[in-house]
């Protein structure tokens, strides 16, 4: 399926939100091709039959208890936040501005 | 007594006895790593207030009566992939530098309930993507046998911590290897428990169905010590199993492998591993035969497809988990200069903060979840899981443990593989199958190469079954007789 173009990688760069430099998407074009063409192995084995598998451990719908505990304060949450505003995260601009 | 080649449970007996006090044993540590960590920097972190409060605390705790918990006064090393509340925590990555965590990890709250005494933080492989601790943003670690090698990875320097007698304990986490691989590096007993084992809570996510945290240790009586405090039921850990925590520590004080089936997995032996890891690995199976264990052979013909598999199910989980870098709630924010929008700022910051290792992974992740390639990748290797997982039920059928080798060479110069993704992959060729199917595995040393370099054997045990890794490898451990020290 691969071989993956310098284009192909700045679309996965645009989605991963990775602003990347022209060096780097030569160079990860060629690295992830060659681990693509690698992990294309999957597709020898496990025909229909099998099931996926997504966890070690069957698990559905673990619920706790509906009681109040304590959680972190605004000032804790706050803590590590790169901007602050009146006890909010201060973020960059979300909506284009017309 | 030189506290710094003292066996943790050794040192937990005397400070509980009052021979001396938590004090001088952690003064001990700290004097060792003030010597030695400027060539191994095997810390990102030593928070030595801390680590004397902590240590004053169990002393006085002691002077006035209290009973003590079981690792009081003993010092243990974190990776920093684990919050520690007030001690800072970067998981090797600039994005997160500088980050106080407002919260302890599950795993770090038994370490304080233990009594153990946090030394400090140690260096990882960025966010724990790499087998040799030189994709931390903050340089490799050194290996203390030869400081031109890698130690392993990605728990790096949590494993040189242990080896360097710079801690009796470390903790390091297990996605693909990561605890096991560097152990066999470096010469030292590291274990990745059962999934689900140790909680996952505040242990900051690589792959969330194959992370595991677990111990390391100069001895298996040791990794079982702290293997014992770290486990158990969380309910703040969604996939932490509910049942008791296996025996690990008796296991590790019985030692007794008479009639225990021992399965060789005939797929993990012979191409692509270094001649005296072949050697030492079947050298440790006559041993073990010697001991009373009977050795079978066992065929799991899907782990050829496990790397593969390991390196579509990977990317994909970290692509997701790591979207919540976005610089918006903590860490590094790049480029916020009132005008640029938060998608700019986002991808600005993302492309800053994040090392190769970390955007090679997140792209080949987004790359396998796009519409379009999405079953014949990620799809079709959720498959191979299932094939895998299968491989060990019937394998553990015929076996009550499997053994392999822990990584197919000793251990390599800096610099080597760092930019041959591939080659570097292949380090973690035999411990992956176990991560895919969520059971335990542990590695410890059993000879040197014709270098003088440490080789490790791994175990694995099914699901819940981690007492038996530690049955056999306090038999291994004692017919080894495993003395060398860098």
Known sequence: MPALSRDDVAHLARLARLELTDAELGHYAEQLDVILGAVQRVSEVAADDVDPMSHPVAISNVFRPDQQVPGLTSDQALSGAPAVEDERFRVPRILDEE | ?486
Not at chain 2, 134 to 155: K, M, Q, V
Request: aromatic letters at 6%; charged letters at 20%; glycine letters at 10%.
């Open chain 2, 1 to 486: 007594m030189t506290f710094t080649s003292t066996p943790a449970v050794d040192l937990a007996a005397g400070i509980a006895a009052g021979d001396y006090s938590a004090r001088e044993v952690a003064t001990a540590f700290l004097d060792r790593i003030a010597e030695t960590d400027g060539e191994l920097n095997a810390f990102l972190a030593v928070d030595t207030p801390g680590a004397l409060a902590a240590a004053d605390a169990v002393d006085a705790a002691r002077a006035s009566g209290e009973t003590l918990g079981p690792l009081a006064g003993v010092p243990v090393a974190v990776k920093d992939v684990i919050a520690t509340e007030g001690l800072v925590t970067t998981c090797g990555s600039r994005i997160l530098e500088g980050w106080i965590p407002p919260y302890d990890a599950t795993v770090t709250a038994h370490l304080r309930a233990a009594g153990a005494v946090i030394i400090g933080k140690t260096n990882m492989d960025e966010f724990a993507m790499g087998s040799s601790t030189e994709n931390s943003a903050y340089g490799p670690a050194r290996n203390p046998w030869n400081t031109d090698l890698i130690p392993g990875g990605s728990s790096g320097g949590s494993a040189v911590a242990v080896a360097a007698r710079q801690a009796p304990l470390s903790i390091g986490t297990d996605t693909g290897g990561s605890i096991r691989q560097p152990a066999a590096m470096t010469g030292v007993v590291g274990v990745k428990p059962t999934y689900g084992g140790v909680s996952r809570y505040g242990l900051v996510a690589l792959a969330s169905s194959l992370d595991q945290a677990g111990p390391f240790a100069a001895t298996v009586a040791d990794a079982a010590a702290l293997h014992a405090v770290m486990a158990g039921h969380d309910p703040k850990d969604s996939t932490s199993i509910d049942a008791p925590v296996p025996p690990v520590v008796a296991a590790a004080a019985n030692g007794d492998v008479s009639g225990m089936r021992i399965g060789v997995v005939k797929q993990l032996t012979g191409e692509g591993f270094q001649r005296e890891v072949r050697e030492h690995f079947q050298k440790s199976l006559d041993l073990l035969a010697d001991a009373g264990a009977q050795i079978v052979e066992v065929s799991c013909p899907h782990f050829e497809y496990a790397l593969a598999a390991y390196y579509l199910i990977l990317p994909s989980e970290c692509s997701s988990n790591l979207a919540k870098f976005d610089a918006i709630r903590y860490g590094l924010r790049v480029g916020d200069d009132g005008e640029r929008s938060v998608e700019q700022v986002m991808a600005m910051t993302r492309e800053a903060g994040f090392g190769p290792e970390v955007k090679r992974r997140i792209m080949l992740g987004t790359y396998a979840l796009s519409s379009g390639y999405y079953d014949a990748y990620y799809g079709q290797a959720q498959k191979v899981r299932t094939l895998i997982a299968r491989d060990f039920a019937q394998a553990f059928e015929v076996a009550d443990v499997l053994a392999t080798p822990t990584a197919p060479t000793t251990a390599f110069p800096i610099g080597e593989k760092v930019d041959d993704p591939l080659s570097m992959y292949l380090q973690d060729i035999a411990t992956i199958p176990a991560n895919l199917a969520g059971v335990p595995g542990m590695s410890l040393p059993v000879g040197l190469d014709d270098k003088g370099l440490p080789i490790g054997l791994q175990f694995m045990a099914p699901a819940m079954a981690d007492d038996r890794l530690y049955t056999a490898g306090a038999a291994l451990e004692a017919a080894v007789g495993w003395e060398a020290r860098p």
